[in-house]
């Protein structure tokens, strides 16, 4: 079956950066893209850019500058780096499924999340 | 950006109880309207398509309609398991945004 399986939790100090990595499986990893996803403490989901493996990229303004999204199609895995991390950037960070261009889309199935705090 | 705005934010009900939640875009976004089911510490779980067309597998108690601006999800006869966060996207344009949910909690 489809599934997308992420990188374990991490601690992290401000200032750092983090990777995270989301190893898919199940389907034709050229035939789709990949969107990310964040959820803070208690909030609600934020989309952070999507990316296909056709070097195509699409970030959220908010993470433009801060916020890396790579793929490595011999693995199947997409990865998604943010640097100067602030406490502010604590949250789930989620992959999903996405189309493999950006028109009209949705986000099947998605990853567990990985939880990355902030702390110094 | 397109803002997506839910109503309620929150809502009881009683298991069996027929529910509504609405969900309204900032501009038009034709049918592009996708909803989400969220229970606490899982991933959301992708529910509806296309404002009206149910993913594989998902119950036909749930269903969705609206286009343009306007529109809902509705749960028919709520079951236990339905208690949960529910979620709007548009997939018209990027940035893809969420409404920022709505709680259905048990009455």
């Known amino acids: 079956q489809v599934q997308l399986v992420q990188s374990g939790a991490e601690v992290k100090s401000p200032g750092a950066s983090v990777k995270v990595s989301c190893k898919t499986s199940?389907?034709?990893?050229?035939?789709?893209?990949v969107s990310w996803m964040r959820q803070a403490p208690g909030k609600g989901l934020e989309w952070m850019g999507w990316i296909n493996t056709y070097s195509h990229i699409n970030y959220a303004q908010t993470f433009q500058d801060r916020v890396t999204l790579t793929t490595d199609t011999s693995t199947n895995t997409a990865y998604m780096e943010v640097r100067g991390l602030r406490s502010d950037d604590t949250a789930v960070y989620y992959c999903?499924?996405?189309?493999?261009?950006?028109?009209?889309?949705?986000?099947?199935?998605w990853g567990q999340g990985t939880l990355v705090i902030v702390s110094s | 950006d397109i803002q997506m705005t839910q109503s309620p934010s929150s809502l009881s009900a009683s298991v069996g109880d027929r529910v509504t939640i609405t969900c309204r875009a900032s501009?038009?976004?034709?049918?592009?309207l996708n909803w989400y089911q969220q229970k606490p510490g899982k991933a959301p779980k992708f529910l509806i398509y296309g404002a009206s067309t149910l993913q594989s597998g998902v119950p036909s108690r749930f269903s969705g309609s609206g286009s343009g601006t306007d529109f809902t999800l509705t749960i028919s006869s709520l079951q236990p398991e339905d208690f949960a966060t529910y979620y709007c996207q548009q997939g018209y344009i990027t940035p893809r945004t969420f409404g920022q949910g709505t709680k259905l909690e048990i009455k």
């Open positions: 999903a499924r996405d189309s493999v261009d950006i028109a009209d889309n949705w986000f099947d199935p």
């Open positions: 199940g389907y034709s990893f050229d035939n789709f893209g």
């Open positions: 501009q038009s976004i034709g049918s592009s």
